[in-house]
């Protein structure tokens, strides 16, 4: 289960971080292409910038879909195991829970 929560948080980190980065590094060092007009006064580096909104839905979509198939139903067998324990454990009797000095 780590392993696989673990390689879903290498992959969004990549996509969210790298997506940022990138949009600030082209701002910073080529702002000519960042100021290019798309049409009227719309220009690269504000759709770009935009588009940072999307990239963090596309991320929160990927994970919210990634926990319920993959860690959900582990968490619920888990879960009822331990439910299971618990009341197989309420069935001893009480003198028998404890030992006697």
Request: proline content about 3%.
């Amino acid at each position: 289960m780590s392993a696989a929560y673990r390689r879903f948080g290498v992959g969004a980190t990549t996509l969210s971080v790298g997506g940022f980065l990138s949009y600030v590094l082209l701002s910073s060092f080529v702002p000519g292409v960042m100021n290019q007009r798309l049409f009227g006064h719309l220009t690269l580096g504000l759709t770009l910038g935009l588009a940072q909104f999307a990239v963090m839905g596309v991320t929160a979509f990927l994970y919210v879909r990634h926990m319920r198939r993959n860690i959900d139903p582990v968490v619920r067998r888990l879960r009822s195991q331990l439910e299971d324990r618990e009341t197989e454990h309420r069935r001893v009797p009480a003198g028998r829970r404890f030992r006697a000095w």
